[in-house]
């Protein structure tokens, strides 16, 4: 905990970012059901506002890259966070009684709506591959 506190004031990461992680990690005690304002502040907590920790590492604490680059590192975490969702949807539903997907019916579910999830997962990527292509060439390939 003291390294990752000292890292926080290193590359001033606002504890702001931490608490909203935190708030999200609360999320998963007793919510069970999403709607799509719940869906989103979960995501960004839980996944986006990881992508903006690491991008304060990726640009060295340079402000400026900082904001130019944030809307790009929380697609991409909400991308990986989406593809978290799909990969343990079965368990989530059936073991936890949980769902994540705000309006998707789990007892209808079927490829045509997991295609449109995968749908929006790729082109969260493709807004977050212009992201990464501009990281200092010190981080690109790390995220690559």
Request: aromatic share 14%; proline share 2%.
């Amino acid at each position: 905990m003291q390294s990752f506190q000292e890292t926080l004031r290193l590359y001033g990461i606002d504890r702001c970012l931490v608490n909203q992680f935190l708030r999200s990690m609360e999320m998963d005690l007793n919510q069970v059901e999403y709607d799509e304002d719940v869906y989103k502040e979960y995501i960004l907590g839980f996944a986006e506002v990881v992508g903006l920790m690491c991008l304060h590492l990726f640009v060295d604490g340079n402000k400026g890259a900082y904001e130019k680059l944030r809307p790009y590192a929380m697609k991409l975490g909400s991308a990986f966070k989406k593809i978290n969702f799909l990969r343990d949807i079965k368990d989530d539903y059936h073991l936890l009684v949980r769902t994540y997907f705000p309006d998707v019916d789990m007892s209808v579910f079927n490829n045509t709506i997991r295609a449109a999830i995968e749908l929006d997962i790729e082109n969260e990527f493709k807004e977050a591959l212009l992201g990464i292509e501009k990281l200092p060439s010190s981080s690109k390939f790390g995220v690559f």
